[in-house]
């Protein structure tokens, strides 16, 4: 049975409003999650990895600023909660800056935050806590467009900048809220100065320290560094918050391994969840053939676009494969279901969609009273080529006909009732 075809409902308010299992910090000990990764995070992959199995799923880390403006819009057409922005000054269709699906990810979706700026993280987490588990804010990420900021690991060259954030999301929004704030940092040299640092962060108030064990300088080919782990998860336990350990996780099992020989409290999967989302699953992982197909059945019922289907895929998919040239290769999704060999099977049109191709958009704004089609019609560009006045000769002459708008509407609700709420 399809993902979607599951769940009906549709989700017009924030998370805290269904029926969800509230994030106890108490039971998340011994549990292993999927860490934020850019690009690799989006939704399909953050539902996969829960359908396999994962405690908690990351979201990709969202800059302040690109939070900040959005305006929270249900998605009706695939029942998700979509925090879009105008583009290019309202002239093209609104990019989807964050998107997420309560029915699944209510409860088990952590909002990582990139900021460098107590007043624009507070602004930009009050955008999402209503329908998130979590607020955690990325002071670990080394890479230029973050650090040049002042922003990812840069912060923790700046504790001061650091705890003043963390405890401005604690006041300002975690506490409100009743929701989590919590950090993800690396290792510094020497490590006494992680221990300091980890030490300042557990007077902030938040309930969780997630450690990836490298140090700034260090790239992921470079084998994590556990040495100080353990000396880590036991100044966070006497704190009373959780300590999560990152780096170099590639199985549930190695995470609980992890976990009883450092005390941590549970273990983030990055690399080897973006090659296999199924690694958290409790014993074997599945074939890559059968999670691509997965993935891609995820990615298509969402409406995921179409680069980020592809970036992914060239994850999951091995390069000397057969397949992996011709995915490379493809144009569409379509194209993508036809090579893996799966129905390609999209989310169905919303009921306005079904006028738009019917009747056209002017008609059907027209009857749903749109304020932009009537401005439009008045404009004096259209007057002058006579549209405004067409549009009106038109439906009297169907009126004439007998054939109204109206009733080709109404065939239209007939075939899809349960539509009918979306515009009616």
Same mark, same amino acid.
């Given at each position: 049975?399809?993902?979607?075809?599951?769940?009906?409902?549709?989700?017009?308010?924030?998370?805290?409003?269904?029926?969800?299992?509230?994030?106890?910090?108490? &039971?998340?000990?011994?549990?292993?999650?999927?860490?934020?990764?850019?690009?690799?995070?989006?939704?399909?992959?953050?539902?996969?990895?829960?359908?396999?199995?994962?405690?908690?799923?990351?979201?990709?880390?969202?800059?302040?600023?690109?939070?900040?403006?959005?305006?929270?819009?249900?998605?009706?057409?695939?029942?998700?909660?979509?925090?879009?922005?105008?583009?290019?000054?309202?002239?093209?269709?609104?990019?989807?800056?964050?998107?997420?699906?309560?029915?699944?990810?209510?409860?088990?979706?952590?909002?990582?935050?990139?900021?460098?700026?107590?007043?624009?993280?507070?602004?930009?987490?009050?955008?999402?806590?209503?329908?998130?588990?979590?607020?955690?804010?990325?002071?670990?990420?080394?890479?230029?467009?973050?650090?040049?900021?002042?922003?990812?690991?840069?912060?923790?060259?700046?504790?001061?900048?650091?705890?003043?954030?963390?405890?401005?999301?604690?006041?300002?929004?975690?506490?409100?809220?009743?929701?989590?704030?919590?950090?993800?940092?690396?290792?510094?040299?020497?490590?006494?100065?992680?221990?300091?640092?980890?030490?300042?962060?557990?007077?902030?108030?938040?309930?969780?320290?997630?450690?990836?064990?490298?140090?700034?300088?260090?790239?992921?080919?470079?084998?994590?560094?556990?040495?100080?782990?353990?000396?880590?998860?036991?100044?966070?336990?006497?704190?009373?918050?959780?300590?999560?350990?990152?780096?170099?996780?590639?199985?549930?099992?190695?995470?609980?391994?992890?976990?009883?020989?450092?005390?941590?409290?549970?273990?983030?999967?990055?690399?080897?969840?973006? &090659?296999?989302?199924?690694?958290?699953?409790?014993?074997?992982?599945?074939?890559?053939?059968?999670?691509?197909?997965?993935? &891609?059945?995820?990615?298509?019922?969402?409406?995921?676009?179409?680069?980020?289907?592809?970036?992914?895929?060239?994850?999951?998919?091995?390069?000397?494969?057969?397949?992996?040239?011709?995915?490379?290769?493809?144009?569409?999704?379509?194209?993508?279901?036809?090579?893996?060999?799966?129905?390609?099977?999209?989310?169905?049109?919303?009921?306005?969609?079904?006028?738009?191709?019917?009747?056209?958009?002017?008609?059907?704004?027209?009857?749903?009273?749109?304020?932009?089609?009537?401005?439009?019609?008045?404009?004096?560009?259209?007057?002058?080529?006579?549209?405004?006045?067409?549009?009106?000769?038109?439906?009297?002459?169907?009126?004439?006909?007998?054939?109204?708008?109206?009733?080709?509407?109404?065939?239209?609700?007939?075939?899809?009732?349960?539509?009918?709420?979306?515009?009616?």
């Amino acid at each position: 049975m399809r993902l979607l075809n599951l769940y009906s409902k549709t989700f017009s308010q924030p998370f805290a409003t269904f029926p969800s299992s509230p994030l106890n910090l108490k &039971t998340m000990a011994g549990k292993c999650v999927l860490a934020p990764m850019v690009r690799t995070g989006e939704l399909p992959t953050r539902l996969l990895a829960l359908r396999y199995g994962a405690d908690l799923v990351w979201g990709p880390e969202t800059v302040d600023k690109g939070i900040i403006g959005t305006q929270r819009v249900v998605n009706s057409k695939i029942n998700c909660i979509d925090f879009v922005k105008p583009q290019n000054g309202g002239q093209y269709d609104e990019k989807v800056i964050f998107r997420t699906y309560p029915t699944m990810e209510a409860g088990k979706l952590i909002f990582q935050l990139g900021t460098a700026s107590p007043e624009l993280a507070v602004e930009a987490a009050k955008i999402v806590v209503s329908d998130v588990a979590g607020i955690d804010v990325n002071s670990g990420c080394p890479k230029h467009f973050s650090i040049h900021s002042g922003m990812g690991a840069a912060l923790l060259k700046n504790p001061d900048r650091l705890v003043d954030i963390l405890t401005s999301l604690v006041t300002e929004v975690g506490v409100p809220n009743s929701v989590p704030i919590s950090v993800k940092i690396r290792l510094l040299e020497p490590h006494s100065d992680t221990i300091g640092l980890v030490q300042r962060l557990c007077t902030t108030g938040i309930s969780r320290v997630t450690v990836h064990c490298r140090t700034i300088p260090m790239r992921p080919r470079e084998p994590a560094v556990r040495d100080v782990l353990s000396d880590i998860a036991n100044v966070c336990r006497e704190a009373g918050i959780e300590c999560f350990a990152n780096g170099d996780v590639d199985s549930r099992a190695h995470a609980e391994e992890l976990i009883g020989k450092h005390g941590v409290d549970g273990c983030m999967i990055a690399r080897a969840a973006e &090659t296999n989302p199924s690694v958290f699953l409790p014993g074997e992982k599945l074939p890559w053939l059968d999670v691509a197909k997965e993935y &891609t059945r995820i990615a298509v019922e969402v409406d995921n676009h179409f680069p980020n289907i592809k970036f992914c895929l060239s994850h999951i998919i091995p390069g000397k494969t057969d397949l992996y040239p011709l995915i490379s290769r493809s144009k569409t999704a379509r194209q993508i279901c036809e090579i893996l060999e799966i129905p390609y099977e999209p989310p169905a049109p919303r009921l306005e969609e079904n006028l738009d191709k019917a009747f056209g958009k002017a008609a059907r704004a027209e009857m749903v009273g749109s304020k932009a089609v009537q401005k439009a019609k008045s404009s004096s560009t259209v007057k002058a080529a006579g549209g405004g006045d067409s549009v009106k000769h038109r439906e009297k002459k169907r009126k004439e006909r007998g054939v109204g708008l109206h009733s080709e509407i109404t065939g239209i609700l007939e075939q899809e009732p349960h539509q009918a709420a979306i515009i009616l």
